[in-house]
Every structure is written in C-alpha cells, then in structure tokens.
T-cell receptor
Framework: DAKTTQPTSMDCAEGRAANLPCNHSTISGNEYVYWYRQIHSQGPQYIIH???NNETNEMASLIITEDRKSSTLILPHATLRDTAVYYC?????????????FGKGTKLSVKP | DTGVSQNPRHKITKRGQNVTFRCDPISEHNRLYWYRQTLGQGPEFLTY????????KSRLLSDRFSAERPKGSFSTLEIQRTEQGDSAMYLC?????????FGQGTRLTVV
C-alpha cells in the first residue's frame, strides 16, 4: 500500500503557484520523498526528490517539514501543460526496496 | 531518442491468447521495473530486475505472467492465456540511481 495521502484533485489558475500537499506520517529515516507526474496517456515523469532539506530544480520546489511527516510540491508558475496527476511517493534508495509504490495521486487542473 | 522505449504501443488480443511486450531501457541502466496501470489508478509494481537478475515480484504477478531480461539489456513481459482483467497499460521504467525514467507504455486490450 502507498505510504502517502494526497488530495484527490486541485485546481490552479494559470500563472499562479500550484502547491500540492502530501502526508507521509510513517516515513522511515532512510526513505526519500519523491514526486512524479503523469500527463494523460504518457508514462510518469520524475519531478524532484528529497530527504530532509528543501530542494529546488528547474521544474519545481520541494518543501519537507522538519518532522518529515509531510511535504509540499510547488510549481511556481503553473501553465496549462502542468495539468496532470501528481504522485507523492516515499521510497528507500537501493536494494530491493527501490521500487516505487504509487497511490492515486492528485489530479491538478490548471485553468486559464 | 535515448529514453525508455516500449513496443508495441497498443495491443488488442483475444481472450486466451498469449502476448509479449518489449522494453528497451536507457543504455547502461542496471535496474528495470515493470508496472501495470488500470484506469483511474496509479501504476502498480509488478517486478524488478537488477541487471539480468529478477530480484522482486509482486503478488500481482500470477503464474500466467513471466518476465525476462537476458544479458541485462532489454526486457520482455509475457502474459499467457490472457483474460479480460489483464486489460491495462503496462509501463516499463529504468534507473541507474535516484531517478527512474518511464516509457510511454503498452496499452493492452483483451476482447
């Protein structure tokens, strides 16, 4: 079973920041928080991952709370092409624990 | 294109027939994963290879399913005696580290 809970759906206005929350209260010390997204009819696409520090890349920022029990993915300036299902996943790196367990994700709709 | 390649993209088969899908991972990625995704659900893990060794199999992978990765390069997923419940998108992913790259998937329809 997925170790994360996410809202089923969210809306965001084009050009505004999209903030997608995720709860992972049972995360272990060696587990990272990963975010993937899936645009309709395509395979999932990696966005970002982190352990305990906040992370930023060209796509998004990841904010992880100090107790690591929740996180937020931030798309700073959402565009229509960001409409997708966003998955928050916790996983340990390496070994047979490395597979990704997907939940149902959050369906983000970016509206003009 | 140097991404993960899956063939065919679409497959329609009659119930009871066998089907085989192929996944070509990104060159030199030592880990390869198969997932299955049904409508409205997230991808579900099926099996995982490190090089040519199949290290983990989900209980979803019934004895009608078999996967191979000869020589640690491409992988095949075979479904024998297909059932309507096998209709799904079958996704392959490869990784050499933290980030997994997914293919576009093979959509199987069993009629």
């Amino acid at each position: 079973d997925a170790k994360t809970t996410q809202p089923t759906s969210m809306d965001c206005a084009e050009g505004r920041a999209a903030n997608l929350p995720c709860n992972h209260s049972t995360i272990s010390g060696n587990e990272y928080v990963y975010w993937y997204r899936q645009i309709h009819s395509q395979g999932p696409q990696y966005i970002i991952h982190g352990l305990k520090n906040n992370e930023t890349n060209e796509m998004a920022s990841l904010i992880i709370t100090e107790d690591r029990k929740s996180s937020t993915l931030i798309l700073p300036h959402a565009t229509l092409r960001d409409t997708a299902v966003y998955y928050c996943i916790v996983r340990a790196l390496g070994g047979s624990q490395g597979n990704l367990i997907f939940g149902k994700g959050t369906k983000l709709s970016v509206k003009p | 294109d140097t991404g993960v390649s899956q063939n065919p993209r679409h497959k329609i088969t009659k119930r009871g027939q066998n089907v085989t899908f192929r996944c070509d991972p990104i060159s030199e990625h030592n880990r390869l994963y198969w997932y299955r995704q049904t409508l409205g659900q997230g991808p579900e893990f099926l099996t995982y290879f490190q090089n040519e060794a199949q290290l983990e199999k989900s209980r979803l992978l019934s004895d009608r399913f078999s996967a191979e990765r000869p020589k640690g390069s491409f992988s095949t997923l075979e479904i024998q005696r297909t059932e309507q419940g096998d209709s799904a998108m079958y996704l392959c992913a490869s990784t050499a580290g933290a980030e997994a790259f997914f293919g576009q998937g093979t959509r199987l329809t069993v009629v």
